[in-house]
């Protein structure tokens, strides 16, 4: 090889060598300009900024799904619910299913879930209805955040059972259906009427099972087992209606920005016994025992011992003034290129 190939060859190798370290360079910087844009977004001080799709706080198009249970308190949380739309800028909207039913055919489910999924003039938004649950994901959806109450399942049972016969004191003036009968429901269960039937307990399981039929059939393991799965995956909270302050109270604290200020309006509001059966009485030791006997009332009543373990266990978390004391428990550390 000539002298002024191997010159040629040397300033080849030097302009390669200078290409490598230019691009290695370039690499290295980009790198580190998207860790720092990473960091600007997520970190200052110990405190997250702005992760947006994540934060309920932040996300204009947040939806909660309130499918509520019939006679568990919800017309008083409702209440705290219409009173903090105005302050708190969110819109509070009624499902209100044809019939009163609590299911629907797979065209309507499909029809629901895109009037909420779409509708972003009225995000960020409560919705609420007796329905029962919806699975957003089925149709291709983001799911929602979903919410829900439920009670003692013969207290609700009973409480319902009065309801249909004296009203409440929230609508006084409306006649219901069953106005005029004055059995009492120790008296209907004695005689085995099918007006007070035991399979009748068979409601807060279905309505967390969904839309589908089997979910209905009193009694139906595969009911409660979907039921407990969904409560436990597919709810952000399940509280009960005899820690009613304490489910405010875990709101407030997971999402501010539907529910600043509902622990207090709802300890010092009006709104924390909006609706109250007008006359009922406490069944009676034999009417217990009948229904302690029965299987369907054996499912709702270990479903709603499940979601009460669920809620103690959330609230204690959530609720603990140790934690609390402290604040945020957790920030961000920035990732360097290694």
């Keep these: 090889m000539t002298f002024r190939n191997i010159a040629t060859s040397q300033r080849f190798v030097l302009a390669l060598s200078g290409l490598t370290v230019f691009f290695l360079f370039s690499i290295f910087f980009q790198l580190d300009s998207r860790l720092t844009i990473l960091e600007n977004k997520s970190i200052r001080g110990n405190y997250i900024s702005k992760p947006r799709e ?49 299911i629907m055919s797979l065209p309507d489910q499909g029809r629901l879930v895109w009037n909420i999924s779409e509708w972003d003039g009225k995000k960020p938004a409560l919705y609420h209805g007796h329905v029962s649950f919806l699975d957003f994901t089925k149709f291709g959806a983001h799911s929602p955040l979903y919410i829900n109450i439920i009670r003692q399942p013969l207290d609700r049972l009973v409480s319902y059972y009065y309801f249909l016969r004296y009203g409440d004191d929230y609508r006084p003036h409306v006649v219901r259906k069953r106005q005029g009968d004055t059995m ?61 302050e ?70 204690t978390m959530a609720l603990n003034s140790d934690l609390s004391d402290k604040g945020q428990q957790f920030f961000y550390e920035k990732i360097r290129p290694r």
Excluded at 278 to 288: E, G, M, V, Y
Excluded at 290 to 315: G, M, T
Aim: charged share 25%; glycine share 4%; aromatic share 12%.
């Design 184 to 244: 009492s429901f120790d008296e209907c269960i004695k005689k085995g009427l099918p007006k007070c039937d035991p399979n009748d307990v068979w409601l807060q399981i279905p309505f967390f099972c969904g839309q589908h039929p089997d979910c209905w059939v009193p009694g139906n393991v595969w009911a409660y087992e979907k039921a407990k799965a969904n409560l436990q995956e597919k709810y952000m909270l399940v509280g009960v209606t005899e820690q009613m």
């Design 246 to 315: 304490e489910f405010v109270a875990v709101l407030e604290a997971t999402l501010p920005s539907f529910f600043k200020g509902a622990l207090k309006l709802y300890q010092e509001g009006t709104k924390s016994h909006l609706r109250k059966t007008r006359k009922k009485f406490t069944p009676n030791a034999a009417t217990i025992e009948r229904f302690r006997n029965s299987s369907v009332y054996q499912l709702e009543s270990e479903f709603y011992d499940f979601a009460v373990r669920q809620f103690q266990a959330i609230k």
């Design 54 to 102: 994540i934060i309920a706080a932040s996300n204009p198009k947040r939806v909660i799904v309130y499918n509520r249970v019939p006679k568990t308190g919800s017309t008083s949380f409702m209440g705290l619910a219409y009173d903090l739309c105005s302050k708190n800028k969110f819109n509070v909207l009624h499902m209100n299913i044809s019939k009163n039913s609590h």
